[in-house]
């Protein structure tokens, strides 16, 4: 049984990967003809952060997986491994659906880079700045070199433990950055609708 939380304090044994995300995600694409929004054109990347051994937890993973081919034979949903995972090696070793999160600070082999679905690092180990006024301009340099590093691989970027406001959200923006890690789902997407 895979439960999620994001406090070991706070799980329920109700919580698992599978009612709270599987179940719903498998009926979404049943009822949308094979799609995971009605609106055709989307797709989901679900990242899924392993807090637990990676290879017991993944091989775990693996198995529930199998239990719905409308999510792991479905080409507009793609699964990433975060947190805990297994040596960059034995990425390939893993079924075609699984993907993984690389680290910006790491060379990857040939065969690793192709299993991986974005490159992501901490915000916090290249900047102090805490989203106030405008981003520093030794740090944008920093930034936009990360940003450029992980474009010539050609993979999207993120960072976490960022900012979380207006502020920061538009910096990234500027910068080129991917995905915007937030705690404010709802605000984050009136934000983005507003630049439409």
Not at 74 to 88: E, L
Request: hydrophobic share 40%.
């Amino acid at each position: 049984m895979l439960l999620v939380s994001h406090d070991s304090a706070y799980l329920l044994k109700t919580s698992t990967l599978e009612n709270m995300y599987l179940v719903p995600l498998s009926k979404a694409i049943e009822k949308n003809g094979g799609y995971v929004y009605s609106d055709t054109n989307r797709i989901l990347q679900l990242v899924i952060d392993l807090k637990t051994d990676a290879t017991a937890t993944l091989d775990a993973l693996v198995k529930l997986l199998h239990k719905f081919p409308l999510i792991i034979h479905n080409p507009v949903v793609r699964i990433v491994i975060t947190g805990n995972r297994p040596a960059d090696s034995l990425f390939i070793s893993y079924p075609a659906y699984i993907w993984f999160d690389g680290r910006l600070d790491r060379d990857y082999s040939k065969e690793a880079l192709c299993r991986i679905a974005m490159l992501s690092a901490d915000f916090k180990n290249y900047s102090r700045w805490e989203g106030n006024d405008t981003l520093p301009p030794f740090d944008k340099k920093v930034f936009s070199l990360l940003v450029k590093k992980a474009h010539l691989l050609k993979k999207p970027i993120r960072f976490w433990a960022c900012p979380d406001g207006p502020g920061a959200w538009e910096e990234l923006i500027r910068l080129n950055v991917d995905y915007i890690n937030t705690d404010h789902i709802i605000a984050l997407s009136r934000y983005l609708s507003q630049l439409n």
